[in-house]
Nanobody, 124 residues
Framework: QVQLVESGGGLVQAGGSLRLSCAASGRTNSRYYMGWFRQAPGKEREIVAAINWNTGSTYYADSVKGRFTISRDNAKNTVYLQMNSLKPEDTAVYYC?????????????????WGQGTQVTVSS
């Protein structure tokens, strides 16, 4: 089992920045990908960004490319999501997730463990 705890959400004005953190504990050696997803009210959960825990290679949704950066700190077992130039449409609950296998990187079904989520609200 892997436990994931997100932090760093909050309220920010459009154009501002936030950094989300996701601390992992438990059987952390079973992770292959770490991902950030988000879910806005009335919408499906969608991929934001993901990172290969071993190689550091990254994946971004088109909607956040050039604005968001995913990174990891292996020593701290923590993955980060730096969000810049935030827009009102980025408002959502953001979830951290971990995948045990390399079968896929962008679907919710690719991931085995989930955090509780953290709210990000961007005001216009």
């Amino acid at each position: 089992q892997v436990q994931l705890v997100e932090s760093g959400g909050g309220l920010v004005q459009a154009g501002g920045s936030l950094r989300l953190s996701c601390a992992a504990s438990g059987r952390t050696n079973s992770r292959y990908y770490m991902g950030w997803f988000r879910q806005a009210p009335g919408k499906e959960r969608e991929i934001v960004a993901a990172i290969n825990w071993n190689t550091g290679s990254t994946y971004y949704a088109d909607s956040v490319k050039g604005r968001f950066t995913i990174s990891r700190d292996n020593a701290k077992n923590t993955v980060y999501l730096q969000m810049n130039s935030l827009k009102p449409e980025d408002t959502a609950v953001y979830y951290c997730a971990a995948a045990r296998s390399p079968n896929g990187i962008s679907r919710t079904t690719d991931y085995d463990y989930w955090g509780q989520g953290t709210q990000v609200t961007v005001s216009s």
